[in-house]
T-cell receptor, first 108, second 116 residues
Framework: QKEVEQNSGPLSVPEGAIASLNCTYSDRGSQSFFWYRQYSGKSPELIMFIYSNGDKEDGRFTAQLNKASQYVSLLIRDSQPSDSATYLCAASGDQLIWGAGTKLIIKP | NAGVTQTPKFQVLKTGQSMTLQCAQDMNHNSMYWYRQDPGMGLRLIYYSASEGTTDKGEVPNGYNVSRLNKREFSLRLESAAPSQTSVYFC???????????????FGPGTRLLVL
């Protein structure tokens, strides 16, 4: 069965530090990968997607993809309390395959 | 541009009752999806519609039916609600994918369903 795995957390990070969120996937055929943020009681919203090996940066967020290791990560620089949320990783397959999410807490 | 809208926002049902969850999108997307989200389990796909006139089962279709009414609207029906269907239901839409890739999915605000 195709799976996406994430540490459920919570991951606690001091304000201003770098938060590192990780995700592994089982389907070597997955081509594209997505990071969504979900605040408590709200719907998921896209942070960024990545298709190619290497890094992709968007503001304070950097997604990293290593297809050989089947590993995707999201780095959040200068973490803010407003970054506290659950972060969902998804990989493409016949449909998107979703991880269960990592809860991130940014401590002021 | 409202994006993806869902109604109702919250619903309480008794076991055996039926209801329909409504979803509409104004982004001219071809593909639409229904997910359920339970604590600690992430998003699980119930049904999807790749285009108007087509629907397909996802990971957890039992107990549900869907209708793709037109390009904008995709409804989810519970014919005989059970307590195991207590969950948060999200509708999403996207452009069609290319060769297995999937474009970004955009989510509605969700419907919180409690079945007693």
């Amino acid at each position: 069965q195709k799976e996406v795995e994430q540490n459920s957390g919570p991951l606690s990070v001091p304000e201003g530090a770098i938060a590192s969120l990780n995700c592994t996937y089982s389907d070597r055929g997955s081509q594209s990968f997505f990071w969504y943020r979900q605040y408590s009681g709200k719907s998921p919203e896209l942070i960024m997607f990545i298709y190619s090996n290497g890094d992709k940066e968007d503001g304070r967020f950097t997604a990293q993809l290593n297809k050989a290791s089947q590993y995707v990560s999201l780095l959040i620089r200068d973490s803010q309390p407003s970054d506290s949320a659950t972060y969902l990783c998804a990989a493409s397959g016949d449909q998107l395959i979703w991880g269960a999410g990592t809860k991130l807490i940014i401590k002021p | 541009n409202a994006g993806v809208t869902q109604t109702p926002k919250f619903q309480v049902l008794k076991t055996g009752q039926s209801m329909t969850l409504q979803c509409a999108q104004d982004m001219n997307h071809n593909s639409m999806y229904w997910y359920r989200q339970d604590p600690g389990m992430g998003l699980r796909l119930i049904y999807y519609s790749a285009s108007e006139g087509t629907t397909d089962k996802g990971e957890v279709p039992n107990g549900y039916n869907v209708s793709r009414l037109n390009k904008r609207e995709f409804s989810l029906r519970l014919e005989s609600a059970a307590p195991s269907q207590t969950s948060v239901y999200f509708c999403a839409s996207s452009l069609p994918g290319l060769a297995g890739e999937h474009r970004t999915q955009y989510f509605g605000p969700g419907t919180r369903l409690l079945v007693l």
